[in-house]
């Protein structure tokens, strides 16, 4: 298929391109990134369409030259499906260059790929003070709906330039902010209640009656978090459904202490202290350390100190 191939990081794409113009070729040229393909199309050395996932024209041949990592492969004689740039290739690189100079600027100050950028609540009286062009625009619409920054610039349409410089911009109006992920974290008080369904739960209650008491815990816990709408158990009895996005902040830690103690709180009133905790205690010394500090927010560390006395 391809005549040509190479990687990214053993030859820069300008110098690619470079050497496609002088040779004049005419064809496709794929640059592949994870399971994003990308193209640049070809007719005598003369680039004249670029296509990312979610532009075209210049704006996705200037993102492309952005790229650091990947495979590339010339297809010969491959047909562009349209003609979006007309500039030459020394006026393209040129204004690549000036584009860099500006993007080196600014891309040590944006927010890591893994954070979360959420929305600040801004008083009713200052909002007709924020002025936007249409590009801002469209970034603070994909922090709203998508919130995770590798998100954003995935799903920008206005290129990787345009989307960082107004994320900037919104944090240094302080209009959003970042938080950080916590999967590690996440994972690991989920494994913990996931233990504590099967040794406290299941056990206790047996897999229907323990699955429908769960969902009604959920469902109370979903209309002070929303992100607990999906929380389920599945086939395994497995809790899955969490959207949390990866994020552990103090509404996720105390929707999830919420659905901990409501199952230690029932399942007390069933079969009583003694057996509950003989049976909790186990789970707990099997996920954490003494003095550890999830331990803590949990309040796990009361409950061992009373022997199983304490409630929510």
């Known amino acids: 298929m391809y005549a040509i191939t190479g990687t990214i990081e053993n030859l820069d794409l300008a110098v690619i391109l470079q050497t496609m113009n002088i040779s004049k070729k005419t064809g496709c040229m794929e640059v592949k990134t994870g399971e994003e393909t990308s193209r640049i199309f070809f007719e005598q050395g003369a680039i004249v369409h670029a296509l990312t996932k979610n532009l075209e024209g210049e704006t996705a041949f200037y993102d492309l030259l952005t790229v650091e990592q990947g495979t590339w492969g010339f297809i010969p004689d491959m047909t562009p499906p349209k003609r979006t740039i007309r500039n030459k290739i020394e006026g393209l690189l040129l204004n690549w260059s000036n584009l860099m100079d500006e993007w080196n600027s600014i891309k040590d100050k944006l927010p890591q790929q893994d954070a979360i950028l959420r929305m600040v609540d ?24 998508y919130g995770l920054t590798s998100k954003v610039f995935e799903e920008s349409k206005v290129g990787r330039f345009k989307t960082g410089k107004a994320i900037l911009k919104f944090l240094s109006i302080d209009l959003i902010k970042i ?13 913990f209640l996931n233990d504590v369904g099967s040794e406290l739960g299941e056990r206790n209650l047996g897999a229907n009656h323990f699955r429908r008491i769960v969902d009604k815990f959920t469902v109370e816990t979903a209309k002070r978090y929303k992100f607990m709408n999906d929380l389920r158990l599945d086939e395994n009895l497995k809790f899955t459904g969490l959207k949390t996005k990866g994020l552990l902040n103090e509404n996720v830690i105390e929707a999830l202490k919420d ?20 049976q909790m205690s186990k789970v707990i010394s099997k996920h954490f350390k003494s003095g550890d500090e999830m331990m803590k927010t949990l309040k796990l560390d009361e409950y061992i100190a009373s022997e199983g006395r304490i409630r929510r």
């Open 122 to 145: 801004v008083p009713e009286d200052e909002r007709e003070h924020l002025v936007f062009n249409m590009d801002e625009w469209e970034v603070l619409e994909l922090i709203k709906r």
């Open 259 to 278: 659905l901990l103690w409501n199952i230690i709180d029932y399942v007390n009133s069933l079969v009583g202290t003694p057996l509950a905790f003989d």
């Open 179 to 191: 938080e950080k992920q916590d999967k590690e974290n996440i994972e690991k008080i989920m494994n």
